[in-house]
């Protein structure tokens, strides 16, 4: 199962998505059009481009000299090629040496940019090579921050060599006094040199021109009419209620809903929470011989409306230019009014019709209704508008465990995005 999810992210991620971007390859160039947004967890070495007459290309650090992308919450991010002495020091603990300073290694990298100024925040994340920081100045020189750990000669301790702390120091400028004794608590971590670089450069009365945002999730609420159609179908100790055919009805469904886009994951991949109104009302009937007099009818109502409480996850994929996702949850209902009777009638071969007074099967069924829903949505015009047709499969349980009410629906509902 686990294997399988994973299977299942890593597809809906290898999806292309191409997003608003601008490429500076490194003869000056500039190139607009779409690159394909992959939610980069670490710093990518090749871009795909779409131009906006439709070709696409591949460009790697070899063709650029930066890139940006306009993501899906509306936020630049911003890469840019750099020639570094990046530090390749080993960081597993049964690897680590007694040199306290760093082993470096010439690389070509696209660096993402965290703050874009007189004094530039970049930042790498080379994934089993670790995450990396440098700073950048006016005159093209790019170096790495540097932090190191190593252990005692001699015996296991581990120390590190936060020489970063003093590159820092070193950058700020007179102005910047104030400050120069909290850079050296400074954490190696994106928030706190993102924060200690803003304040050099607004020393040196340098507005950013640049600084990175994280994604944000997108949010929305939602709102949606339909109906439902219904199939009961009882399963009891007692051969009448197993064998009764209800008839297949309509009712009316409405609900609000609340979605969440996960992050990274290039609005494919939200989980949605609802509050649901469904009702259902069914009647049938199971017919037997009643020796050879006439045929008894057993009739069975039932009558029952439910606020449901729905989680789901929803995948949303992107065939040509429209959207399409897929829903998958479970739903837990609590019962607002439950009716339910059974009645048999002897149908006599004389005519005569007997009666023979109510069961009720569901006295002590629980409040509760539990079940597994599964929805195919699509957008109508515009992203506010959706249509959904959706299937659930819910059980009532009683307190006596041999009555159970499975319920399956068919909906078709209206939906508005605000």
Same mark, same amino acid.
């Given at each position: 199962?686990?294997?399988?999810?994973?299977?299942?992210?890593?597809?809906?991620?290898?999806?292309?998505? $191409?997003?608003?971007?601008?490429? &500076?390859?490194? #003869?000056?160039?500039?190139?607009? !059009?779409?690159?394909?947004?992959?939610?980069?967890?670490?710093?990518?070495?090749?871009?795909?481009?779409?131009?906006?007459?439709?070709?696409?290309?591949?460009?790697?650090?070899?063709?650029?000299?930066?890139?940006?992308?306009?993501?899906?919450?509306?936020?630049?991010?911003?890469?840019?090629?750099?020639?570094?002495?990046?530090?390749?020091?080993?960081?597993?603990?049964?690897?680590?040496?007694?040199?306290? $300073?760093?082993?470096?290694?010439?690389?070509?990298?696209?660096?993402?940019?965290?703050?874009?100024?007189?004094?530039?925040?970049?930042?790498?994340? !080379?994934?089993?090579?670790?995450?990396?920081?440098?700073?950048?100045?006016?005159?093209?020189?790019?170096?790495?921050?540097? /932090?190191?750990?190593?252990?005692?000669? !001699?015996?296991?301790?581990?120390?590190?060599?936060?020489? $970063?702390?003093?590159?820092?120091?070193?950058?700020?400028?007179? +102005?910047?006094?104030?400050?120069?004794?909290?850079?050296?608590?400074?954490?190696?971590?994106? *928030?706190?040199?993102?924060?200690?670089?803003?304040?050099?450069?607004? +020393?040196?009365?340098?507005?950013?021109?640049?600084?990175?945002?994280?994604?944000?999730?997108? #949010?929305?609420?939602?709102?949606?009419?339909?109906?439902?159609?219904?199939?009961?179908?009882?399963?009891?100790?007692?051969?009448?209620?197993?064998?009764?055919?209800?008839?297949?009805?309509?009712?009316?469904?409405?609900?609000?809903?609340?979605?969440?886009?996960?992050?990274?994951?290039?609005? *494919?991949?939200?989980?949605?929470?609802?509050?649901?109104?469904?009702?259902?009302?069914?009647?049938?009937?199971?017919?037997?011989?009643?020796?050879?007099?006439?045929?008894?009818?057993?009739?069975?109502?039932?009558?029952?409306?439910?606020?449901? %409480?729905?989680?789901?996850?929803?995948?949303?994929?992107?065939?040509?230019?429209?959207?399409?996702?897929?829903?998958?949850?479970?739903?837990?209902?609590?019962?607002? $009014?439950?009716?339910?009777?059974?009645?048999?009638?002897?149908?006599?071969?004389? @005519?005569? &019709?007997?009666?023979?007074?109510?069961?009720?099967?569901?006295?002590?069924?629980?409040?509760?209704?539990?079940?597994? %829903?599964? @929805?195919? +949505? /699509?957008?109508?015009?515009?992203?506010?508008? /959706?249509?959904?047709?959706?299937?659930?499969?819910?059980?009532?349980?009683?307190?006596?465990?041999?009555?159970?009410? #499975?319920?399956?629906?068919?909906?078709?509902?209206?939906?508005?995005?605000?």
């Amino acid at each position: 199962m686990v294997f399988s999810l994973l299977l299942a992210y890593n597809f809906i991620i290898a999806q292309k998505d $191409y997003l608003p971007g601008t490429i &500076v390859k490194l #003869n000056g160039e500039i190139l607009t !059009g779409g690159i394909d947004y992959q939610n980069w967890k670490k710093n990518p070495s090749f871009i795909l481009f779409k131009s906006n007459n439709g070709q696409e290309s591949k460009y790697t650090y070899q063709d650029m000299a930066s890139f940006e992308v306009l993501r899906p919450d509306k936020k630049l991010e911003r890469y840019r090629r750099a020639i570094v002495q990046l530090n390749v020091s080993p960081t597993a603990l049964d690897k680590l040496d007694d040199n306290p $300073y760093p082993i470096l290694k010439t690389d070509t990298l696209l660096l993402m940019v965290l703050v874009d100024s007189e004094i530039d925040l970049l930042y790498y994340n !080379g994934g089993s090579k670790g995450s990396h920081f440098f700073y950048a100045t006016t005159d093209g020189k790019v170096e790495e921050l540097i /932090t190191k750990e190593f252990i005692t000669k !001699g015996s296991r301790q581990i120390n590190v060599n936060d020489q $970063y702390r003093i590159q820092i120091y070193n950058l700020t400028p007179d +102005c910047d006094e104030k400050d120069k004794p909290q850079i050296l608590k400074l954490k190696y971590e994106k *928030k706190q040199l993102m924060a200690a670089f803003m304040s050099i450069n607004k +020393c040196l009365s340098h507005d950013p021109d640049y600084l990175f945002e994280n994604e944000n999730s997108i #949010n929305n609420f939602y709102a949606y009419v339909g109906a439902d159609y219904n199939f009961v179908k009882m399963n009891s100790n007692k051969e009448y209620w197993n064998k009764t055919d209800f008839d297949n009805t309509f009712s009316p469904t409405f609900g609000l809903g609340f979605q969440w886009m996960i992050p990274r994951t290039q609005k *494919k991949l939200s989980i949605a929470y609802e509050i649901y109104y469904t009702q259902i009302k069914a009647k049938g009937q199971y017919i037997k011989d009643f020796l050879n007099l006439g045929k008894d009818h057993y009739i069975t109502q039932i009558e029952a409306a439910y606020l449901r %409480l729905n989680t789901s996850v929803q995948w949303r994929f992107i065939p040509r230019k429209t959207w399409v996702f897929l829903r998958f949850g479970v739903s837990i209902g609590y019962a607002l $009014y439950t009716s339910q009777s059974s009645t048999l009638e002897t149908h006599y071969f004389d @005519g005569h &019709v007997g009666r023979y007074g109510k069961d009720t099967p569901f006295a002590n069924i629980q409040k509760v209704n539990e079940g597994l %829903l599964l @929805g195919l +949505c /699509t957008k109508v015009m515009n992203e506010h508008l /959706t249509m959904e047709v959706r299937l659930s499969n819910t059980y009532d349980i009683s307190n006596d465990l041999a009555i159970r009410m #499975n319920t399956k629906s068919l909906a078709v509902l209206a939906g508005f995005n605000f």
